[in-house]
C-alpha cells in the first residue's frame, strides 16, 4: 500500500522554477473555481465536498481523478453514484471481507468532478489481525465460488425486477375510489415518495451487491500474479495476464449480437441497406419493406432486449445513450462487421488461438518450479480463472442492465415533476441531489393533499437556472488528474490494476505535459504503425477507419465493435485490469492504457508506433496541416 510523506509546508507553487520540480500535486482549498462555477460546493451533499473542519486530512492524502467512471463533471443528482460506489467499496473492503493492507477509498467532488483517496493499513499488527479474518471469509466464497456467484446472479435479477416495477403516476383531482372501497386506509400519493426512497434503496443495495465478489475476483488474480512475479523475476505482466486469456464471459455477448446480426444481413442480402449512411429510422423503414427485412428486424428485436441495454459510456450519468435508446450505436457496429464479412474477413473472436497461445505460455513457466511448486501454481491459477469472468460481467448487470432501468426511472421522476407544475423543463430534476428531491417531492406531495401550491416552486426553479450555469462552466474544463501529497511507490493494488494510476504515472503528472511521445500500461502485446484516430466518444466511432490506432479517454464494454476495426488502442486511463486492457487481448491487437495524455497529445493523422508490450506511443510524423 502508499506510505505518505510528511506534509510539506505548502510552498508558493507559482514560481516556474520550483513548480516545474514540484513533488505535490495542488491541496483542495488551491484548486481554482472556474468563471462561473462559484458556488458549486452547495450543489452536492456535504460529505463529498472538502471542508474546513477535514482540511490536514484531506491535505495529507493522494486523491486521483475517477474520469473513468464520471469523465466530466457531475450534476447534483448524478452525485448519487459517487455515494454508493464508494460505499459498497468500503464496507466490503474494509468490514466484511477485511482486507488485510487496504481499507475503503475515500471520495471527494472537487470542482464537480470525483477524486479518490485509497486508505492502506499500515499497522503489521492489525495487518495480521484482519488476514485471519480475511482467510476465513474469503476462503469460503473462494471454496464456493461457483454457488455462490449463481445466487449473486439472482439477487441481481430481484434487485433489477424491483427497480422496473416502480412507478411514479401523475396526481389526479382525487385518489382512485378503491382507496375507499378497499378500506386502504393510505393515499396512493404515497406511492410517490415510498417509490423513490425504493429506488435509492434499490440502487445501493446494488452497488453493494457489486463489491460483493469485484475485489476477491481482483484478489484471486493478484494472488496468482504475485506467485509469478516471485517464482519468476523476470517475468512480463503481460505473459501472466496471457495465461488467463481466452475465457468465455458474458461481457462478450452484445459484441456477439453485433456479428450475428451482421452474418445474417449478409446472408439475406441485407448488408447494403444496414451499411447506408443514413439515419436509423430510414434504415428500419427500408429493412419493413421486404420479407427478408422483416425476417433481420425480428432477429434485432430478439437481440435488443437484454443485449443492448448498454451505455455507450459507463452509465453513471442520466444523459448517457444505450444501444436500446439510440439504435444508430448498434447499426454502426453491425455496419463496421457486415463490411468486413464482404470483403472476405473472418469477423469471430480468435479464441481457440488465444488458448492455444495461453496454454504454451502456461506449460513453458510450470516446467521451471518443483513438484510442490507447481502444484500451487496450478491452484492460483484455477483460481484466477474461475474468478477472472467476473472481473468484466458485473459490469453487464450493474453498470449496464441495473443503471439503465434506474436511469429510466429516475426519467419518469422528472416526467413526474415536470406534469405536477414544480418544474419547467424535462431535466431540470437532475440539478437536484437526491436529498434535496426527497424535500421536493414531499412538498409536491403534502401540497397537493392540502390544496395549495407547492411552496418551493419559484425557489427551486430560481436555483435550478443558476446550477445550470454552473454546472456548464464545471464541464468546460477538464479534471486535474490528483491532488495531494503523492506516494513514493505507488502499491495500492486497485489503483494500479484497475486505473492505472502507477508510480511513474503521478511522475508524469507531476513533471511536465510537453512533448508528443508517450509511455503508458502495456495492455495487450503487439507493434503497430499508424495513423491516430483521436475520439472522446462513442458517437464518433463511425469516424474510426481500418487500419488507424484508436486513442481515447477510455474505452468502455460497449465500443468491442470499434476493436474490429482498429489495429491498436491507446487510452489516457486504465491499468493492466482495464477492460480496453482485457478486450484488446482478447481481440490480439496491441493496446497501451494508463497513458495519461494521449488524447491532449496526439492529433487526427499523426502516425505512432505503439508497443504493446513495452508500453511505449512513439510519434513517427506529425499531422499534415
Known sequence: MTTQPEIDSRPDLTDSTEAAARTRFDFFDEAATP?????????????????????????????????????????????????????????????????????????????????????????????????????????????????????WKTKMEGVIASMSSISFPALGEYDPVEVVTEARGRSTSWNIIENYHRLIDEFFLAWQYHFEFLNLGYGGYITFFQFCKQAFPLISEQSISRMVAGVDILAFRPDEELRKLASSAHELGLADIICAERPHEEVFAALRETGTGRTWLAQYDESKDPWFNYFAEYGFTHDQDTWASNPSIPLKGIARYAKKIADGADISRPVERLRTERDEIVDGYRELLTDAEAQQFDELLALARNVFPYIEEHNIYVEHWTHNVFWHKTWE??????????????????????????????????????????????????????????????????????????????????????YGVTTERVADWLGSTQGTDLNGVPGSIGIVEGPVRVLRNEKDLNLLEPGEILVAPIT????????????????????????????????????????????????????????????????LEAVAE
Not at 452525485?79 to 466484511?96: C, H, K, M, N, P
Not at 435550478?464 to 464541464?475: D, E, K, M, T
Open 35 to 151: 468563471a462561473g462555477a462559484e458556488g458549486w460546493e452547495s450543489m452536492y451533499p456535504y460529505f463529498l465536498v472538502p471542508s474546513e473542519e477535514t482540511r490536514d486530512e484531506e491535505n495529507s492524502r493522494f486523491w486521483f481523478a475517477d474520469t473513468m467512471h464520471w469523465s466530466r463533471g457531475c450534476h447534483p443528482f448524478d452525485s448519487i453514484g459517487a455515494e454508493a460506489v464508494y460505499l459498497g467499496a468500503g464496507q466490503f473492503s474494509t468490514r466484511i471481507f477485511a482486507l488485510p493492507v487496504s481499507l475503503g477509498l475515500d471520495v471527494r467532488i472537487v470542482n464537480g468532478y470525483v477524486y479518490i483517496s485509497p486508505i492502506a493499513v499500515d499497522d503489521p499488527a492489525r495487518i495480521q489481525e484482519r488476514a485471519g479474518h480475511f482467510r476465513e471469509r474469503a476462503g469460503y466464497y473462494y471454496a464456493n465460488w461457483d454457488e455462490l456467484y449463481a445466487k
Open 413 to 498: 421522476l422528472a416526467d413526474f415533476l415536470l406534469a405536477s407544475g414544480f418544474t419547467s423543463h424535462r431535466d431540470d430534476m437532475f440539478y437536484l441531489n437526491r436529498f434535496e428531491l426527497d424535500q421536493v417531492l414531499f412538498d409536491v406531495v403534502e401540497s397537493w393533499a392540502i390544496g395549495v401550491q407547492p411552496r418551493g416552486r419559484t425557489r427551486w426553479q430560481a436555483e435550478i437556472v443558476r446550477r445550470r450555469g454552473i454546472v456548464a462552466a464545471l464541464q468546460a474544463q477538464t479534471a486535474p488528474p490528483a491532488y495531494g501529497i503523492p506516494p513514493a511507490q505507488v502499491t495500492d493494488p486497485f489503483a494500479v490494476m484497475n
Open 556 to 619: 468502455a464494454p460497449s465500443w468491442a465493435a470499434a476493436f474490429a476495426v482498429a489495429t491498436g488502442v491507446v487510452t489516457d486511463i486504465g491499468g493492466m485490469m482495464s477492460h480496453a486492457a482485457i478486450v484488446c487481448r482478447e481481440y490480439g491487437i496491441p493496446a497501451v492504457v494508463g497513458t495519461g495524455f494521449a488524447t491532449a497529445r496526439l492529433v487526427t493523422g499523426q502516425r505512432v508506433r505503439i508497443d504493446g508490450q513495452a508500453g511505449t506511443v512513439t510519434v
